[in-house]
């Protein structure tokens, strides 16, 4: 009867449905905001493991949801660029190619951003900050009018 009532207290606790974080960690709020939002999955009594560096790859794909989900709010939709997909290293199986190559062809991130030619797949503090002023300039020019430049 204990084991049942302790497993009732830790559902009742996890955020998001991931059974490593409690309702007091400092960063529940923003967990379950973005996996409410889908851009990240549920987590269906597994472990978040916030302490995990996160890959390129995972990187990625959250950044395609998130462009994709905000898409529909944008002035000026970009214009696909040509590139060579062959150089992309994202995997088949998790999306990741095909976010990259996404975020590449319309300009989110430039074809030399760290995300796509990282020495490792762990992204360091200075990849992410890199990424994430590519990816933020990108956004601003989808907000602005022809008008306004």
Not at 31 to 50: A, D, Y
Not at 71 to 84: A, C, D, H, M, V
Request: with cysteine; glycine share 6%; proline share 7%.
């Amino acid at each position: 009867m204990l084991t049942y009532c302790l497993a009732a207290v830790s559902i009742a606790i996890q955020v998001a449905g991931y059974s490593d974080i409690p309702r007091d960690h400092w960063a529940a709020g923003s967990v379950e905001r973005l996996t409410n939002m889908g851009l990240f999955p549920p987590g269906k009594g597994k472990p978040f493991q916030g302490e995990k560096p996160v890959t390129r790859y995972e990187f990625a794909v959250v950044m395609d949801k998130f462009v994709t989900d905000i898409r529909r709010s944008f002035l000026r939709q970009p214009i696909k660029k040509k590139i060579n997909t062959q150089k992309i290293r994202g995997r088949k199986e998790d999306g990741s190619q095909t976010a990259m190559i996404r975020l590449a062809e319309e300009g989110f991130l430039p074809y030399y951003s760290p995300i796509f030619h990282g020495p490792k797949d762990a992204i360091t503090p200075d990849m992410l900050s890199i990424a994430l002023s590519q990816i933020a300039k990108r956004i601003a020019w989808c907000f602005q009018s022809e008008k306004s430049k």
